[in-house]
């Protein structure tokens, strides 16, 4: 059974920091990108990073570049999101997702989904 779990989430000042973690299992992670998605309070869900062993990684919106980066334990199967610097704009339900097509490039394919977790950024 392919499963993701998301975790990390929570309350932080502007200008702070999060580490959010995916723990994937159920699939061989190696061959797999994993990404990570954002859904702002009625707004549409966005792409925000992604990762693959044989693609590296690959920014899906510019308004993090600089702040946010990702990058995989694959011993662990488990995949980060450092979040620095963060804004009041950044508050949103963070997922993390999966797909057997290895190339980050795009957004879609993404077929298998975490639960999400709560990232709330106050002024």
């Known amino acids: 059974e392919v499963q993701l779990q998301a975790s990390g989430g929570g309350l932080v000042q502007a200008g702070g920091s999060l580490r959010l973690s995916c723990a994937a299992s159920?699939?061989?992670?190696?061959?797999?990108?994993i990404g990570w998605f954002r859904q702002a309070p009625g707004k549409a869900r966005e792409g925000v990073l992604c990762i693959s062993s044989s693609h590296g990684s690959t920014y899906y919106v510019d308004s993090v570049k600089g702040r946010f980066t990702i990058s995989s334990d694959n011993a662990k199967n488990t995949v980060y999101l450092q979040m620095i610097s963060l804004k009041p704009e950044d508050t949103a339900v963070y997922y993390c997702?999966?797909?057997?097509?290895?190339?980050?490039?795009?957004?879609?394919?993404?077929?298998?989904w975490g639960q999400g977790t709560l990232v709330t950024v106050s002024s």
């Open positions: 997702a999966s797909k057997a097509d290895p190339v980050c490039t795009t957004t879609d394919w993404y077929d298998y």
């Open positions: 159920g699939f061989p992670f190696d061959d797999y990108a």
